[in-house]
């Protein structure tokens, strides 16, 4: 049995993770978080701890001796990282930088998965490959771009594998409504469940992003991590763009009452990219990965989940 570690656990991934490996087979599954007790019954065990104490995380790596470690613990929200930059950078780079110091430790080194993400490119309206240039425009961006350019310092001193995902937006039940699919899913569900017409606010609805179903994405991350693949920065997405409008109107449709849209200037950006699409044929062509679940029925989900909640 190999033994798997997931920093993060206690987040919207993390069950979904924990689940897919305990699919897959052959894993003893360790989860790690902040909170003082996290259960799930395919977790071997759960332990707290916070990233940013570097000796705590050391100690944990070294008392496990995990085969794979994946780090999911982050500050995960664009438009919080607006507010919070400093506390952004700290726990996406200076965190994530903890559990690598943990693993290099190690006499027989893990390997790694560091989660980073689609917000480390340059604005483009093409679709995205690895080789195109970066260039993040919000401090969650740089965040993950500079944890980007740490793992490769760690892959050169100290020849451990350490797979990087630039991770497209991904979504699915649990998913906190501060992300614009839960968000909207929870404000048409309480429209329905006051039987009348309704107002609803929303941010800029004419982007277009590459939404996954979050099991989409942890499928993804346990196959590059079986992979070998000699690769290491891979884009985890669908490959299709919808428009924010468009995932708008689906959830509308589900409804049975008028509902007037607002737009709040709490949730627009000082900048938000109009564009973001995945080319994912390295991704496929290195692990054999495809998605299963089309984002119709995710959002479907989203709204039944807050209708019965
Ligand atoms: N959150 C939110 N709320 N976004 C809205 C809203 C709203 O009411 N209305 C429109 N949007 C737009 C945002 O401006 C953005 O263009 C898009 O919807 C998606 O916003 P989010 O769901 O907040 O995600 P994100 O794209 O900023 O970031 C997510 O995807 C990244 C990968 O591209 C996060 O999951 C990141 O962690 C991830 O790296």
Redesign the pocket.
């Known amino acids: 049995m190999k033994k798997v570690l997931i920093f993060g656990v206690a987040g919207f991934v993390g069950g979904y993770l924990v689940k897919e490996f305990a699919k897959a087979g052959g894993y003893h599954i360790y989860g790690s978080d902040m909170v003082e007790s996290f259960a799930q019954e395919e977790l071997s065990a759960y332990y707290p701890c916070d990233i940013l104490d570097g000796p705590a995380c050391e100690a944990l790596i070294e008392s496990i001796q995990p085969d794979y470690i994946i780090n999911l613990a982050?500050l995960?929200?664009?438009?919080m990282s607006w507010d919070l930059p400093e506390k952004t950078i700290e726990i996406n780079v200076l965190g994530a930088m903890h559990i690598m110091d943990g693993a290099v430790k190690l006499e027989k080194k893990p390997v790694l998965l560091m989660v980073g993400?689609?917000?480390e490119y340059e604005i483009s309206d093409k679709a995205l490959r690895e080789e195109s240039p970066l260039s993040a425009n919000n401090p969650?961006g740089i965040s993950?771009a500079t944890l980007e350019q740490m793992a490769e310092i760690y892959r050169m001193k100290y020849k451990i594998t350490i797979y990087f995902t630039r991770?497209?937006?991904?979504?699915g039940v649990g998913q906190k409504p501060?992300?614009?699919?839960p968000?909207?899913a929870k404000q048409v569900a309480e429209i329905e469940k006051s039987q009348g017409p309704g107002v609803m606010?929303?941010?800029?609805?004419s982007?277009m992003?590459?939404i996954s179903d979050v099991r989409d994405v942890v499928c993804a991350y346990r196959m590059i991590l079986e992979s070998g693949s000699k690769e290491k920065v891979f884009n985890v997405g669908s490959g299709k763009a919808s428009k924010?409008q468009e995932i708008l109107e689906i959830l509308i449709g589900f409804s049975s009452y008028e509902i007037k849209v607002e737009q709040?200037p709490d949730?627009?950006?000082p900048s938000?990219?109009p564009f973001?699409c995945a080319d994912n044929t390295l991704l496929k062509k290195e692990t054999g990965w495809s998605p299963k679940y089309s984002i119709e029925d995710t959002v479907k989900a989203l709204f039944d989940y807050y209708v019965e909640e």
């Open positions: 982050a995960s929200s664009v438009r993400s689609s917000e969650y993950k991770s497209f937006n991904h979504t501060v992300f614009v699919v968000s909207f606010k929303v941010g800029n609805l982007a992003r590459d924010i709040d949730k627009m950006r938000d990219n973001i």
